[in-house]
C-alpha cells in the first residue's frame, strides 16, 4: 500500500513538474513577443549625447508586433503619440519602427518619474530623438565613429571563403575582396597555398565593430604570382588599380557568381549527365546552392529571357558586336530582366537552379565570341582606363608606401 502510494506522489510530482516547465516554456517567448526593457537605471555621464547623470535610463529592443504606441502607451499621452506620427514625419517616419530595433526612454528620478526623451536608433550610427521637456522637440543624430586602419594576412587551404572562415576574418571583407579581385584572379582556379594580405578600414561606435570598409590596398599571391590592388580616386571617382597605374577593372568579370566551384569545364567532348552520351560541352559549370545570385558577366542587353529546351531558365546577353554570354539552369529571372532590357556588369540577373535537363542545382555559363563558342577560364578582357598622366606622380607615391607595408613578412 505504501508502495503504491509512493509511487503515485512521483507520479504525480513528475506531472507538475512537466507542466510548470510547459508553462515557463510558453510564457518565455511571450516574453519576448513583448519587447525586452531594462529596469531604469542611473548613467554616469552622457547617453545618445544628452546630459542624463541626474536622470534614469531605460534601454529596450522593440519587440514583434510592437509600434511606438505600444512602446510610449505608458510613458506618454496618446495624443502626444499621435502628435509624433502625424508631424514628425519628415524627420522620421515612425512607421519604420522594426522588429529588434534599439531604444532608450530617459526619466527624472521623482517619485512619479517624467519622461523626458524617446530615442530610438535608426541603424548602428543614426538615431533620433524625441525631446518631450517643453514643447516637443524632434531631430536625427549620429553616434561618433572611430576609423582604423588595419592589415589581415590568410593562406588559402580550399577556396577564399573557406580562408576566411578557417581563419575568423570578416566575411564582409572577403566579399570586399572578391569584388575588387572579380577582373583579375580566378578564384575558381586557387591552388592550397596562396596567400594574401590585406590592408583595410574599420569603422566602430562604442568599440564595437559595425562595418569593414574600404580596402585601401592589397596583395593577393596566387601560383607564384603577386596581384596588387590600390585604392585611388581620379576625377571624384575612386576605382582599384595595379602597380604601374592599370585598372584592375576589365570588359567581363572573371565569373558570374561568387564562392562556388567548378564542377565541368569547357571540353569538345564530355559524356552527358543525364542523356549519357558523349557530346561537347562548350562552357563552364559552377556548382552552387539552389537561389546563388548570377551576374552579368558585363555590360549589355538581354537577347533572351525564358524556357530554352534543355538549358530549363535561359537568358542570353549581347554585350557587343563580338561577345554573347549566356546563363542556363536558372530557378528564376531577377525582377525586370526580360529580352531587350540593357543589364550593367555584375548586375544581378537571376538566380541559380537546377531547370531542364539538370541532375543538380548548378549554373550552365557560356561564352561566344563571333557566334563562336570560347572557353570562358581562357579569355582574355581588355582594362578599363588606367590613372591619368598628370596624376600618375601622386599615385605611384601612393604605391610606394602601401607597397612597402604590403611586402612586409
Known amino acids: 500500500m505504501t508502495l503504491k502510494f509512493s509511487r503515485s506522489l512521483t507520479i504525480a510530482l513528475i506531472f507538475v ?36 547623470d541626474s536622470l534614469n535610463v531605460k534601454f529596450g529592443r522593440v519587440g514583434n508586433n510592437q509600434n511606438l504606441s505600444t512602446i510610449l502607451s505608458s510613458y506618454i499621452s496618446n495624443q502626444m503619440i499621435d502628435r509624433i ?24 528620478r521623482d517619485s512619479v518619474p517624467k519622461t523626458q526623451y524617446f530615442i530610438y536608433e535608426i541603424n548602428d550610427v543614426d538615431f533620433v530623438v524625441y525631446d518631450f521637456r517643453d514643447s516637443l522637440k524632434v531631430y536625427r543624430d549620429k553616434k561618433k565613429v572611430t576609423k582604423v586602419v588595419r592589415t589581415v594576412n590568410g593562406t588559402i587551404s580550399s577556396s577564399l571563403w573557406n580562408a576566411f572562415a578557417e581563419q575568423k576574418l570578416d566575411m564582409n571583407l572577403g566579399m570586399t575582396m572578391a569584388d575588387v579581385y572579380a577582373w583579375t584572379v580566378d578564384f575558381y582556379g586557387l591552388q592550397k597555398g596562396d596567400h594574401f594580405r590585406v590592408i583595410y578600414e574599420e569603422y566602430s561606435v562604442q568599440d564595437a565593430v559595425i562595418t569593414t570598409d574600404r580596402i585601401l590596398a592589397s596583395v593577393f599571391t596566387s601560383g607564384g604570382k603577386d596581384f596588387y590592388a590600390f585604392y ?16 584592375l577593372r576589365r570588359s567581363f568579370l572573371k565569373a558570374p557568381l561568387r564562392f562556388s566551384r567548378i564542377s565541368s569545364r569547357f571540353s569538345k567532348s564530355r559524356m552527358h549527365p543525364i542523356l549519357r552520351i558523349a557530346r561537347p560541352h562548350f562552357g563552364v559549370d559552377y556548382a552552387a546552392p539552389r537561389g546563388t545570385p548570377v551576374v552579368s558577366l558585363g555590360d549589355g542587353r538581354v537577347a533572351e529571357a525564358g524556357w530554352h529546351g534543355g538549358y530549363g531558365r535561359f537568358i542570353s546577353i549581347r554585350h557587343n558586336t563580338i561577345y554573347t554570354s549566356t546563363y542556363a539552369h536558372l530557378s528564376q529571372y531577377e525582377k525586370g530582366i526580360k529580352p531587350g532590357v540593357r543589364v550593367r556588369q555584375g548586375q544581378t540577373i537571376g538566380y541559380v537552379g537546377s531547370s531542364g535537363l539538370s541532375t543538380g542545382a548548378h549554373l550552365d555559363f557560356r561564352v561566344y565570341k563571333n557566334g563562336v563558342p570560347t572557353d570562358p577560364l581562357k579569355m582574355e578582357s581588355p582594362p578599363a582606363e588606367p590613372v591619368k598622366t598628370v596624376m600618375m606622380k601622386s599615385y605611384l607615391q601612393l604605391v610606394a608606401k602601401m607597397k612597402a607595408e604590403l611586402d612586409k613578412s
Not at 33 to 50: N, R, S
Not at 86 to 107: E, H, N, Q
Open 17 to 52: 513538474i512537466l507542466f510548470i516547465i510547459i508553462v515557463i516554456g510558453f510564457l518565455i517567448p511571450l516574453q519576448k513577443e513583448k519587447g525586452q526593457l531594462t529596469k531604469a537605471a542611473p548613467v554616469k555621464d552622457f547617453v545618445y549625447k544628452i546630459k542624463a
Open 232 to 247: 585611388y580616386e581620379q576625377a571624384g571617382h575612386g576605382e582599384y588599380f595595379d602597380e604601374n597605374g592599370q585598372s
Open 85 to 108: 506620427a502625424r508631424a514628425t514625419r519628415d524627420i522620421f517616419d515612425v512607421r519604420k519602427i522594426r522588429s529588434g530595433g534599439k531604444y532608450a526612454l530617459v526619466l527624472t
